[in-house]
């Protein structure tokens, strides 16, 4: 059973940073991709960022794209996500995510985290 918790979310003012942190379960192959996605109220489930399992390869939605780095440790199994310049809109759960393939598509997601709560304050 792979197990992915996130940690670091909370409630910063607009323009501020955040970084998040996810820890895999040793079920998960470190050869997988991670990523992220998000969710706001009322709006569907969006990809946020994705990292290659060698770190070699980045993709990142236009709406965090100079904002957010995406980026893993392998010998701890962690990916992190660094959020700068912080825009109420960024307010939403944040889900962590492992998979096979390097996608953006949630179809693609083997595993996903509990989520954890980010508030950007105006």
């Known amino acids: 059973q792979v197990q992915l918790v996130e940690s670091g979310g909370g409630l910063v003012q607009a323009g501020g940073s955040l970084r998040l942190s996810c820890a895999a379960s040793?079920?998960?192959?470190?050869?997988?991709?991670m990523g992220w996605f998000r969710q706001a109220p009322g709006k569907e489930r969006e990809f946020v960022a994705v990292?290659?399992?060698?770190?070699?390869?980045?993709y990142y939605a236009d709406s965090v794209k100079g904002r957010f780095t995406i980026s893993r440790d392998n010998a701890k199994n962690t990916v992190y996500l660094q959020m700068n310049s912080l825009k109420p809109e960024d307010t939403a759960v944040y889900y962590c995510?492992?998979?096979?393939?390097?996608?953006?598509?949630?179809?693609?997601?083997?595993?996903w985290g509990q989520g954890t709560q980010v508030t950007v304050s105006s």
């Open positions: 995510t492992t998979s096979r393939m390097f996608s953006p598509r949630a179809e693609s997601v083997d595993y």
């Open positions: 040793t079920g998960t192959f470190r050869t997988n991709a």
């Open positions: 990292i290659h399992w060698s770190s070699r390869s980045t």
